[in-house]
């Protein structure tokens, strides 16, 4: 069975600075998705940024960025030049199969403060 | 607006009284799920299906049923609410070819 881990359960950081949230995900599959979805107080669910498996380039969306190791099963987020209205929760997600349409396996969520 | 559609927003109920709560999506997305986030395990998977009339047990399906009747419909059931069921519940759907999932707006559910 697949899992996700997400092992910060909190950070904070500066604003205008850089930082990293980790994610590391346990798969037997050769085909997947990974995604990053930002959970603000309103609680809504929000993608931010998707990598496909067979994909060796990493993704990037704007200030986000994701460094994707598939030998060592690692998903990382980094965030820059952090703005408050990156303060939010962040999970990184599994899905498995070569669409994007499969069941989504979440990790524990990481809670991020931007401070001013 | 391409929008799912959860209602209601929060809900308080007693234990054992029936309880539904709608998911809409006007985006004709074939998949759609049902999730639960609870703190501290992030979001699990209730229930999935394909498309009408096609649905399959996530990981946590005990307690809860769905239905797929029309494309856009897609509601939870919980037959006999307990309070171990109190939790944020959303929904979500798409498609092939969709960059990821797009969300409803959560359900805070309150068991008591």
């Known amino acids: 069975a697949q899992t996700v881990t997400q092992s910060q359960p909190e950070m904070s950081v500066q604003e205008a600075e850089t930082v990293t949230l980790s994610c590391t995900y346990d798969?037997?599959?050769?085909?997947?998705?990974l995604f990053w979805y930002k959970q603000p107080p309103s609680r809504q669910m929000i993608l931010v940024i998707r990598q496909e498996a067979y994909k060796q380039q990493n993704a990037t969306e704007n200030r986000f960025s994701v460094n994707f190791q598939k030998a060592a099963k690692s998903f990382s987020l980094k965030i820059s030049d952090s703005q408050l209205g990156d303060t939010a929760m962040y999970f990184c997600a599994f899905g498995k199969g070569s669409s994007n349409t499969g069941k989504l396996i979440f990790g524990q969520g990481t809670t991020l403060q931007v401070k001013p | 607006e391409a929008q799912v559609t959860q209602n209601p927003r929060y809900l308080i109920t007693v234990t054992g009284k029936k309880l539904t709560v709608t998911c809409s999506q006007n985006m004709n997305h074939e998949y759609m799920s049902w999730y639960r986030q609870d703190p501290g395990l992030g979001l699990r998977q209730i229930y999935y299906s394909m498309n009408v009339e096609v649905t399959d047990k996530g990981d946590v399906p005990e307690g809860y049923k769905v239905s797929r009747k029309e494309k856009r419909n897609f509601p939870l059931i919980l037959e006999s609410p307990s309070p171990n069921q109190t939790s944020l519940y959303f929904c979500?759907?798409?498609?092939?070819?969709?960059?990821?999932?797009?969300f409803g707006s959560g359900t805070r559910l309150t068991v008591v």
């Open positions: 979500a759907s798409t498609s092939r070819g969709e960059g990821g999932y797009t």
């Open positions: 798969t037997s599959e050769n085909n997947y998705y």
